[in-house]
């Protein structure tokens, strides 16, 4: 009997040293849009050297931010993707979370897509200003989207909430609803936006950048702070391995998105999808921390979404970067 107790005490520690020895565990939030290089570490982790050596990576699917940073808050994540301006709201409300590289960003030019809203090629809106008396779709209250569809009515002379309306939507939902007059204009990304184009009969109002007037941060990877602090090379691993993946979407982006949608990733048709516009992407994941100085201070004082300004260099740390 003493024999088989201590076969198990060996047993059991070898099994301690052994799970001791397995590479952290990274639990990543991610969402549904605009994320290419961060699904492809998954579908294609041919591509990512150090996982399954030096991190292990499990990405869990969320529809929309509110539940991923829930999950977060519950212990149920250890990082994951979000527009910079909801990690700024989550920092106002004190979460221990830090933006360590930029995903994509909205940006000027034809070569770039722009979050882009659209109303009814032969309905009564024809710019801005029409939409006095009218709705907005946008994919969430005080999101990206509707920041965006603020600053567009606000640019028009329209008072948010008193001169129009904000509803929120789902993304597929958002062309139908144009369509049929529930709403005057809704918010199209990709790949909504080109398959909407495709089916006709919507025109572009303005674009994300229109609105605000200036290039900047839409997607960003965070993770919490004591994640970062317990495992700080498993997180500059991460990242190495996505700044490869990175270039290798922007040198191969015809293959990537094959490759993204035959692991299913992306349910849009591939003809459609391979012909997307895509958003400007940093090949060095470098966030624009100026742009999220910026955003923050129209959510503090144009909306009056923030009570208080918040530090956004505190809130980005981008030394588990490459160098």
Aim: glycine share 8%.
């Amino acid at each position: 009997m003493k024999l088989v107790l201590a076969l198990l005490a060996v047993f059991g520690f070898l099994d301690s040293i052994a799970r001791a020895a397995e590479p952290p565990l990274i639990r990543f939030g991610r969402g549904f849009a605009a994320e290419e290089q961060v699904w492809l570490m998954s579908a294609r982790p041919d591509l990512t050297p150090s996982q399954g050596k030096k991190y292990q990576l499990k990405q869990i699917l969320f529809q929309a931010n509110p539940e991923r940073f829930q999950a977060y808050l519950a212990g149920e994540l250890d990082g994951g993707t979000a527009p910079g301006l909801a990690v700024i709201f989550a920092r106002a409300q004190g979460v221990d979370m830090k933006i360590v590289a930029s995903i994509c960003l909205e940006a000027a030019g034809k070569e770039w897509f722009s979050t882009t809203y659209m109303v009814k090629d032969d309905g009564p809106v024809r710019t801005a200003r029409d939409l006095r008396g009218g709705t907005v779709g946008v994919v969430g209250i005080k999101t990206a989207t509707d920041l965006w569809a603020r600053a567009g009515l606000l640019n028009a002379g329209i008072v948010p909430d008193r001169d129009a309306k904000i509803f929120p939507m789902a993304f597929p939902g958002m062309g139908d609803a144009v369509r049929t007059g529930k709403i005057s204009a809704g918010t199209f990304v990709e790949p909504f936006y080109s398959a909407e184009i495709a089916r006709g009969g919507l025109r572009k109002l303005f674009t994300a950048v229109e609105a605000v007037g200036y290039d900047h941060e839409l997607l960003d990877i965070w993770f919490g702070d004591r994640f970062l602090k317990a495992n700080p090379d498993a997180v500059r691993a991460f990242l190495a391995d996505y700044v490869a993946v990175t270039k290798y979407y922007l040198a191969n982006t015809a293959q990537a998105k094959s490759d993204l949608h035959k692991s299913g990733f992306v349910r849009t048709p591939l003809e459609i999808y391979l012909r997307n516009a895509d958003w400007k992407r940093d090949p060095n994941a470098r966030v624009d921390v100026a742009s999220l100085e910026k955003l923050s201070r129209f959510m503090l004082e144009k909306l009056q979404w923030l009570e208080k300004p918040v530090n956004v260099d505190e809130m980005v740390d981008l030394s588990y970067l490459p160098r």
